[in-house]
């Protein structure tokens, strides 16, 4: 395990979020997923799960960077380690920028069954292979990277890397399936998912009392726990946390963890896991990393410091170093 130091010059939380595709020269695709064990030949899309990616409109080859949010984000947290990246002079290869169901603009219909793990994985394979990606490298950002996780041990032939940008692994796992417990180890997740079961009945009415708490300037304070530094964090930030705030859908995302059989599926990953945590994740521990190493047999762990859950928001320079994206 390595620990970076924080580059004075890269500055905290340094870009704020693209919300305008067209803007970074991306343009958008949707796919649908059905299951035809339940649905007809050709369902309605309405009785299906639904990514939205965006991409550049041409591919430079068959191999993409596929970028996964986690839960309470859409594509554009990933905007600030782009913006970085082009600062920087990096190039990330043919970025496939994903909304995930149930967030962003790939929020479907609420009165669906939440989809499983497998479901959510072959969403994504199915989204790259319609854009004609047949190789992937995988970067997840909190339960975005327990799908890459899954993925890459699903797919060893198609993922040849992993990266996790506090990737959400065995404390969320346990937490879910033993909160009393999980309050020990990870207090700030378990809080805030109970906290958001309880909202989940009524979604519509928790969405409309968090848009108030934004226009309230009251968010940023509710917000504090996944930020080292809430007040630098760019206004366009918070506001998207709050827009993607979404109770039922928060809860559905940490549920497939539950059950998950971590140590055997990722003992058996064959590509590169390079995973950072902030020193001031809430989400992510010092063990997570640890087991991470001793589980995963080519992984490399990384802590950033003075940093906390969104590593791609607040060290985004430094997030890419400890990718590997820089030297």
């Known amino acids: 395990m390595s620990q970076l130091r924080a580059d004075p010059t890269a500055g905290y939380a340094p870009f704020p979020l693209e919300t305008d595709a067209a803007a970074l020269g991306l343009t958008e695709t949707t796919v649908f997923w059905h299951d035809r064990r339940l649905h007809a030949a050709a369902p309605d899309d309405r009785q299906a799960i639904r990514a939205v990616a965006r991409h550049r409109p041409a591919r430079t080859s068959t191999r993409a960077t596929i970028l996964l949010h986690g839960a309470a984000g859409s594509w554009t947290t990933w905007t600030p380690l782009l913006a970085a990246a082009e600062r920087a002079g990096v190039t990330i290869v043919n970025p496939v920028i994903v909304d995930l169901p149930g967030w962003g603009d790939?929020?479907?219909?609420?009165?669906?069954?939440?989809?499983?793990?497998?479901?959510?994985?072959?969403?994504?394979?199915?989204?790259?292979?319609?854009?004609?990606?047949?190789?992937?490298?995988?970067?997840?950002?909190?339960?975005?990277?327990?799908?890459?996780l899954h993925m890459a041990s699903t797919w060893p032939q198609s993922v040849l890397s992993v990266s996790l940008v506090s990737g959400?692994?065995?404390?969320?796992?346990?937490?879910?399936?033993?909160?009393?417990?999980?309050?020990?180890?990870?207090?700030?997740?378990?809080?805030?998912?109970?906290?958001?079961?309880?909202?989940?009945?009524?979604?519509?009415?928790?969405?409309?009392?968090?848009?108030?708490?934004?226009?309230?300037?009251?968010?940023?304070?509710?917000?504090?726990?996944?930020?080292?530094?809430?007040?630098?964090?760019?206004?366009?930030?918070?506001?998207?946390?709050?827009?993607?705030?979404?109770?039922?859908?928060?809860?559905?995302?940490?549920?497939?963890?539950?059950?998950?059989?971590?140590?055997?599926?990722?003992?058996?990953?064959?590509?590169?896991?390079?995973a950072t945590r902030g020193d001031r994740d809430v989400f992510v521990t010092q063990g997570d990393l640890d087991r991470l190493a001793a589980t995963v047999p080519r992984a490399i762990t990384t802590v950033v410091p003075d940093c906390g859950h969104f590593g791609n928001v607040e060290r985004p320079l430094e997030v890419l170093r400890a990718l590997g994206y820089l030297g």
């Open 106 to 148: 790939a929020t479907g219909d609420p009165g669906a069954a939440p989809p499983t793990l497998d479901a959510v994985s072959e969403l994504v394979r199915d989204t790259a292979l319609e854009l004609g990606y047949t190789e992937w490298d995988v970067v997840g950002h909190s339960l975005g990277g327990f799908i890459a």
């Open 168 to 274: 959400t692994t065995w404390s969320v796992i346990e937490s879910v399936a033993h909160p009393w417990r999980g309050l020990r180890v990870i207090p700030g997740f378990v809080l805030l998912r109970f906290f958001l079961r309880l909202l989940a009945p009524v979604q519509a009415v928790a969405i409309v009392a968090v848009s108030a708490l934004q226009a309230a300037g009251i968010m940023r304070l509710v917000a504090f726990p996944l930020f080292r530094h809430v007040a630098r964090v760019h206004d366009s930030v918070i506001k998207a946390l709050s827009t993607e705030l979404r109770p039922r859908s928060f809860v559905a995302a940490s549920e497939v963890t539950r059950g998950y059989d971590a140590d055997t599926r990722w003992a058996a990953i064959e590509c590169e896991v390079r």
